[in-house]
């Protein structure tokens, strides 16, 4: 008997990370999913476990921290759970005019998310993925994320 694949898919309480989650479990996958609010991640595990039978394990984490994404690490570790595939969803986009609209603190939080963060949960789970032999990896953008803006 095989096990269970599993999908580590990060902002996955909405948008394009929810929709992954959803397309992940519709083909049988069981689900690690990642978001910041805990509130909306817990109904979005509880939606997606009724919808679509299957195990969902909703971690609260602000991936812009690097304290976070290691702690993701070891409550995952913790419980066992390895995942088949790796999907990199989570990320933001910030507006304003540079000089005078936006906040550093702001800019700063968002290349840790849509940049620190990408390479810090690749360099986390990859490396398993090759010593499993077999896995995906799947890193997200919306198209704001290459237009001028």
Known sequence: ???????????SSNGIGLALAEEFAANGYDLVIVARDEKKLSATGENLQKRFSV????FSADLSEYDQITDLQARMDDVGLAPN?????AGQGLG????????????????RLN????VHLSKIFIPRLVEQGNGHVLITSSLSGSAPI
């Open 96 to 111: 304003g005019a540079f000089i005078d609209g936006t906040d550093l603190e702001k800019e700063l939080r968002l290349i």
């Open 1 to 11: 008997m095989s096990e269970k694949k599993l999908a580590l898919i990060t902002g």
């Open 85 to 89: 595939a790796l999907v990199i969803n």
């Open 55 to 58: 195990n969902v394990h909703a």
């Open 115 to 118: 940049v620190d963060a990408v």
